[in-house]
Structure formats: structure tokens, C-alpha cells
T-cell receptor, first 114, second 111 residues
Framework: NAGVTQTPKFQVLKTGQSMTLQCAQD?????MSWYRQDPGMGLRLIHY???????DQGEVPNGYNVSRSTTEDFPLRLLSAAPSQTSVYFC?????????????FGNGTRLTVT | SQKIEQNSEALNIQEGKTATLTCNYT??????LQWYRQDPGRGPVFLLL?????KEKRKERLKVTFDTTLKQSLFHITASQPADSATYLC??????????FGSGTRLQVQP
């Protein structure tokens, strides 16, 4: 039972480079989301999706793009990386069939932008 | 905007004692509140959820209280063990299936 799988675990980028953080879940959850975690600031929501073909912005969406072509996958794209995007990124999913459902998190991608 | 405050200083307690962590919030009336545990290098793991109409919730050695008048939740771990050492996050429902998280409190249980 894999749950939420994130790849890669670590990544170093130079300013201006692009990359995609991958997230996959095998629980058939409709809801998926991306958070970033910075010291002293807690988890902040970047983008989320309530189903294939549907995405919406969270608290800190600038500099990030997402798409949801399947229920299982929710990649996060950085088009032109900036040092301010150095952070730990977490993907999370939950079951929308329940009125209240906890989030299931992956183990994160630690990104450094130099 | 919603603001959630958790004690940023680490909480150090002796094994066997009760750990009490605090979560205060402002500018919102959440329908429910959740607590998560996070170990270094890992993603948060869900522990407990409490609804606005519930005063208290228990799960094994864990107890959560929710006071909507004080806008505060308390998270208790009784008979604490070194394995309970971790960072504990509280999170509030802010609508649209979005959770707002506090920055967490690190708990260290000394043997």
C-alpha cells in the first residue's frame, strides 16, 4: 500500500531552470494538493484539485503550475525557479466522498534553488 | 486572514509525564480542527480530528479539546514516551477543502 508517492526526494536547481515535481496516489482520492513548508511558517497551500481536469489556486500559487489529467497524478511545475522557491514540498490527498477527511501526505521533495 | 499560533519553542518533558500542546487561532470559526504528527524528513501523519460541536476527543493516550469560545485547542499525550518525540501540527478547515496549518510545536520526551 504505497499511499502518496513523491519524486524526486531531493533536487538542486539553478535560478531560471524548470522542473516538475511528481506526485502519485493509489487510494483513488479525488482531492489532491501541494503544500510548501518553510521554517517557522508552517505548511502553505500552493494549488489543489478536486478531480481530474479541475485545479484551483491556494495561498501561494505564484511561480507554480499544476494540471490534473488523471485521478492518480498531480504534478507541480516550476517554470523558472527562483531562490525564494527553496523549500520542502509536500503532496497530499484526501477522500472527497467523506464530508470530513484527513490529508494523506507524501514524504516530500526537498528543493534547493541556487 | 486566518492565523494559527502554536508555541514555536520546543517542549521538553520527562518520560511518563503528560505533554500538553496548544493551538490558538483567530479570525475564523472552523467547523473542525485536526492534529498531525511530523517526524524529521517525513510528511505529516494524521492523528485526530475534532468537530466544533465536540468538546473532547480521545484516542488511546491522546486527547484533544476544542474550545470555540477561547478559539483554542489543547493536545495532550499522557504517559509520554521517547517515541512520542516529534513535531505536532494543528490544522483548521478554511473551506474549499483547504486546511490551514500552524507552524508546529516540537516535543522532546526525555527517558
Amino acid at each position: 500500500n504505497a499511499g502518496v508517492t513523491q519524486t524526486p526526494k531531493f533536487q538542486v536547481l539553478k535560478t531560471g531552470q524548470s522542473m516538475t515535481l511528481q506526485c502519485a496516489q493509489d487510494m483513488n482520492h479525488e482531492y489532491m494538493s501541494w503544500y510548501r513548508q518553510d521554517p517557522g511558517m508552517g505548511l502553505r497551500l500552493i494549488h489543489y484539485s478536486v478531480g481530474a481536469g479541475i485545479t484551483d489556486q491556494g495561498e501561494v500559487p505564484n511561480g507554480y503550475n499544476v494540471s490534473r489529467s488523471t485521478t492518480e497524478d498531480f504534478p507541480l511545475r516550476l517554470l523558472s525557479a527562483a531562490p525564494s522557491q527553496t523549500s520542502v514540498y509536500f503532496c497530499a490527498s484526501s477522500d472527497l466522498s467523506r464530508k470530513v477527511s484527513p490529508l494523506h501526505f507524501g514524504n516530500g521533495t526537498r528543493l534547493t534553488v541556487t | 486572514s486566518q492565523k494559527i499560533e502554536q508555541n514555536s519553542e520546543a517542549l521538553n518533558i520527562q518520560e511518563g509525564k503528560t505533554a500538553t500542546l496548544t493551538c490558538n487561532y483567530t479570525n475564523y470559526s472552523p467547523a473542525y480542527l485536526q492534529w498531525y504528527r511530523q517526524d524529521p524528513g517525513r510528511g505529516p501523519v494524521f492523528l485526530l480530528l475534532i468537530r466544533e460541536n465536540e468538546k473532547e476527543k480521545r484516542k488511546e493516550r491522546l486527547k484533544v479539546t476544542f474550545d470555540t469560545t477561547l478559539k483554542q485547542s489543547l493536545f495532550h499525550i499522557t504517559a509520554s514516551q521517547p517515541a512520542d518525540s516529534a513535531t505536532y501540527l494543528c490544522a483548521l478547515d478554511t473551506g474549499r477543502r483547504a486546511l490551514t496549518f500552524g507552524s508546529g510545536t516540537r516535543l522532546q520526551v526525555q527517558p
